[in-house]
């Protein structure tokens, strides 16, 4: 195969990728305007920039998802006009999406030959992968069926599609939102591999930590246009956030917060040897208990894949439970509905956001009112009150800051930050008695970080008890006046705030044994 | 090579440009048939025009064709509305006009005008009733509602044949002419509908009927709590389900709506034109298919279903009355046909980009 960036590795003054002046239009809204973008060969270069900056559309623009309004792309040196992500891929140009593209019922290998023409030859297919996968450090079995896999590893099976097709430049669009620390770490060394072997990595986050740990370059994107590159080696955490922002940012800002004061005898949320299967069918949840006062937020952190789903779905109503109680503030619950669940006033930030926290493509007022669609002043009688759902978008809209051009904007074509706004706006706006949040800072910028963790206080401190299902461990010693440890299916242990060990925690998740007493 | 590529941003206004594009298309392409069976297409179309709009009475015979397939392309748009895939509108406007000419026999003679609602509701509980069955099977036991419902057609079908044909059933005329012919009993001409007369049209009272229905059905569904579970359900059941809507009881729903829609274009066809159940002469018209054409031509919008059942009433209509006559026999329902083909070929052009792909990029 030839392609124009085969070349690149003769020359490495040339950048592999060079963007100028592009500017893509939306209606309503400039994504892009007038950016520059450069990546060098055998670099990672972070694309940094607050929710709704641009990033994502002008990594699209390179795979030729879209096609800019103005400006070039070289490639090598070369011009090239990119029709679609497929000729992009033919370019040397490969994507990993946020939302992974795989065929569930597939193999790993039949994932990454997909789209190859041709016949199919299964033996030659999975030594290929195998090989390509000994060679970058990415291992996965390649006669596995996609829906066996973790998280992580079907990440490791798009990046090993694109480098199957010999991608020279590789996207990743938030790749570590979905991973956990230590598979966020495997990948770091993945991607530095690759950037020693000549390739170039395109790395898009909102994790300040991880841009400077990975990173060679940063480009900051803020409202649509580039507004500096700078080397990690002379820049620090504080100064790429201000350059994001546009101020200066205060990190941590909860510490100096005022809590809520627990009010211990008012259990709001009771879970007694709560059981429920997983999505094959074997049993995930083994009988957890939990209690929750009204005011409390009580972390539950475990390695991911731990039950902590179906926990929180099971809870919801949205999971079958094959066994146990929930009760709501001294209430029974069936658990059949989710109905139920929500006049009961349990909220529930799910960890898909737009497909089941969201429908994508109504649009962003009719999501707001998903669930309150039911009763007034939304609507009255059999009838939905059209100037009750805007005038009830424009209040959250403002208040959550979401960023967009008008309330009837379709969600699916929101940034992926401002999608998990309007699913924070409408659960806790509801002002509910239980509020079960999976990752809810996942996927937001530093700012809207701060605002969330603010959310989840003022939350309990007008007395709703806050389940936080996190796999970020200072996000729950930051916020929780308890942190629950989640293993196998079961709380291991329960820690208070202030006698929190790092260690201790640390161990019990990965399936130590406690100190006896902690129990 | 050519390749389909997902449009990101599509214009309002091709809602409406693409289904008048379709349509002339289709005429197009017509004409090349037209011309291929040696005819003059521009004159066989003046002849169609003339004889759907400009003749006399034509008006009027345009608007009582439309008026079945007004009742089925709401029916059709009703339940394609949440991705529900009703092909019965067939049956359930049989088992319709079944349960309307029922009513209208037995209490037509003692209750005279009064007995055209009991028409209208009996029509619309049993294609309700009917198109249910399909959707209960969709919703519990995940059967594909495009087969069961078309399955349930054929059993209508017989159903009508065996009232008529097979036994000695009150439909059944069995003196007279009867005796010779199987046929329908009459209804008695209290229980006819009337027909109101605009200018030189004469508008059936089914049409109207239709008309308001079509508005009721786009309120419905724009405007009521109904409508917004329909739509999320549709574009998202497991956020349907977060969101604590029961999407099961409303796939039954729609499919009742759909049917109980198409029931009463059944009664409309016994109380506004054909006054008895005629089992072969439903058949023969196959509104419950054109139905769908419409539905699809008006991109499931209640509303559109009015033109659009216009448009192919018209055609119809002048189809029966152009026949035989050195006209090109099959050429109305030919039309149709395009018409359904370039209204799906439209939508799919107006999602997708057609894109000539090199063969070198491909190969690699
Ligand atoms: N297809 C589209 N149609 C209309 N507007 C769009 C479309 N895609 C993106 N936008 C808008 O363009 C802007 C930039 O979006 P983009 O997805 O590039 O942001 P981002 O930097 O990736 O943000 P995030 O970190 O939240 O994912 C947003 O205001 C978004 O609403
Ligand atoms: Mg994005």
């Known amino acids: 195969m030839t392609t124009s960036l085969d070349m690149a590795t003769a020359d490495a003054t040339v950048p592999a990728v060079a963007m100028s002046g592009i500017t893509k239009r939306f209606p309503g809204v400039i994504a892009n305007h007038d950016v520059d973008f450069e990546v060098a060969v055998g670099e990672v270069h972070a694309l940094l920039g607050e929710n709704g900056a641009g990033k994502s559309t002008l990594s699209n623009v390179l795979t030729g998802l879209y096609h800019p309004d103005g400006g070039e792309i070289r490639l090598a040196g070369e011009v090239v006009r990119i029709g679609s992500p497929r000729e992009a891929l033919a370019r040397g140009i490969g994507m990993v999406h946020q939302h992974f593209r795989l065929v569930p019922t597939f193999t790993v290998a039949e994932n990454v030959m997909l789209g190859h023409t041709g016949r199919f030859n299964r033996r030659a297919a999975e030594d290929r992968v195998a090989e390509i996968g000994e060679e970058h450090g990415l291992p996965v079995d390649p006669s596995a069926k996609i829906w066996q896999l973790s998280v992580g590893q079907q990440q490791r099976v798009e990046i090993l599609k694109a480098l199957e097709r010999d991608a020279r430049v590789l996207i990743l669009d938030e790749p570590t939102a979905v991973l956990t620390p230590q598979e966020a770490e495997a990948l770091f060394v993945t991607l530095r591999r690759m950037a020693a072997g000549g390739r170039s990595v395109i790395f898009i986050s909102h994790k300040l930590d991880e841009v400077m740990a990975v990173s060679d370059r940063v480009t900051v994107l803020r409202d649509g246009t580039d507004v500096g590159v700078v080397e990690v080696a002379t820049t620090s955490a504080r100064d790429l956030a201000r350059l994001m922002v546009g101020r200066d940012v205060v990190f941590n800002a909860d510490d100096g917060q005022e809590r809520a004061s627990v009010d211990a005898d008012r259990i709001v949320l009771r879970v007694r040897d709560l059981c429920a299967a997983d999505n094959r069918g074997r049993p995930a949840l083994n009988g957890v208990d939990l209690d929750l006062a009204a005011g409390e937020i009580v972390a539950v952190v475990g390695v991911s894949g731990n039950g902590q789903r179906e926990l929180a779905e099971a809870i919801c109503g949205t999971r079958r439970r094959t066994g146990g109680t929930v009760e709501v503030d001294g209430q029974p619950t069936s658990g059949r509905d989710p109905r139920e669940m929500i006049a009961k006033g349990v909220s529930h930030v799910p960890e898909d956001r737009l497909h089941t926290g969201l429908s994508p493509s109504a649009s962003i007022e009719e999501n707001l009112v998903l669930k309150s669609y039911r009763r007034p002043p939304i609507s009255a009688g059999p009838f939905v009150r059209r100037r009750a759902v805007r005038r009830n978008a424009e209040t959250l809209i403002e208040r959550f800051g979401v960023k967009t051009t008008g309330p009837t904007v379709s969600t699916r074509l929101l940034s992926g930050g401002n999608v998990q706004k309007v699913l924070l706006a409408r659960e806790f706006s509801a002002a509910p008695k239980v509020l079960v949040a999976a990752s809810p800072t996942r996927g937001l910028d530093v700012g809207a970080i701060e605002t969330v963790r603010g959310l989840l206080l003022d939350a309990s401190r007008s007395g709703t008890a806050v389940l936080l299902i996190t796999e970020e461990l200072d996000e729950a010693l930051a916020l929780a006046d308890r942190v629950a440890v989640i293993y196998e299916g079961r709380i291991v242990g329960v820690v208070d705030r202030a006698s929190a060990d790092l260690t201790e925690i640390g161990l019990l998740m990965g399936g130590g044994r406690p100190p006896a007493e902690e129990l | 090579m050519l390749r389909l590529e997902r449009r990101v941003?599509?214009?309002?206004?091709?809602?409406?440009?693409?289904?008048?594009?379709?349509?002339?298309?289709?005429?197009?392409l017509g004409a090349v048939l037209i011309v291929s069976s040696g005819n003059d297409p521009l004159d066989v179309y003046r002849r169609i025009f003339e004889s759907a709009v400009l003749g006399s009475g034509s008006l009027s015979g345009t608007v009582v064709a439309a008026t079945p397939l007004l009742f089925t392309g709401l029916a059709a748009a009703a339940a394609f509305r949440m991705g529900v895939f009703n092909i019965g509108g067939e049956g359930q406007f049989?088992?319709?006009?079944?349960?309307?000419?029922?009513?209208?026999?037995?209490?037509?003679?003692?209750?005279?005008?009064?007995?055209?609602?009991?028409?209208?509701?009996?029509?619309?509980?049993?294609?309700?009733?009917?198109?249910?069955?399909?959707?209960?099977?969709?919703?519990?036991?995940?059967?594909?509602?495009?087969?069961?419902?078309?399955?349930l057609n054929y059993i209508a079908l017989n159903i009508g044949d065996y009232l008529i044909f097979n036994s000695e059933s009150s439909w059944r005329l069995l003196e007279g002419s009867g005796r010779m012919f199987p046929q329908g009993k009459p209804i008695d001409t209290s229980a006819e509908w009337p027909f109101s007369h605009v200018g030189p049209v004469d508008f059936p009272f089914g049409f109207w009927l239709g008309v308001i229905i079509a508005i009721v059905v786009w309120v419905l569904y724009r405007r009521t709590r109904f409508g917004f579970e329909v739509k999320v359900i549709a574009d998202s059941p497991s956020a349907a389900t977060y969101a604590g809507m029961r999407a099961r009881r409303t796939i039954v729903s729609v499919m009742a709506l759909s049917g109980a829609l198409a029931g009463i274009g059944g009664a409309s066809d016994i109380g506004d034109t054909r006054h008895v159940f005629d089992p072969k002469g439903l058949r023969q018209s196959g509104y419950g298919y054109t139905g769908i054409v419409v539905a699809a031509l008006a991109r499931l919008n209640p509303v559109a279903v009015v033109p659009v059942a216009l448009l192919m009433g018209g055609l119809n209509n002048a189809g029966r009355a152009l026949q035989g006559r050195d006209f090109p026999a099959g050429l109305v329902g030919t039309l149709q046909g395009l018409i359904l083909f370039c209204a799906l070929g439209g939508e799919i052009l107006a999602r997708y980009r057609v894109r000539r792909v090199a063969k070198a990029v491909l190969a690699s």
Do not use: C, H, Q
């Not at chain 2, 005008?113 to 209208?120: D, Q």
């Open chain 2, 9 to 28: 941003d599509v214009p309002r206004w091709w809602t409406w440009a693409v289904p008048v594009a379709s349509v002339l298309a289709a005429m197009v």
């Open chain 2, 94 to 151: 049989i088992i319709g006009a079944i349960a309307g000419a029922g009513v209208a026999l037995r209490f037509g003679e003692s209750m005279g005008a009064g007995v055209i609602p009991l028409m209208i509701v009996a029509a619309a509980v049993a294609g309700a009733l009917w198109a249910a069955i399909a959707g209960a099977l969709r919703a519990w036991f995940k059967t594909n509602e495009i087969i069961t419902s078309l399955m």
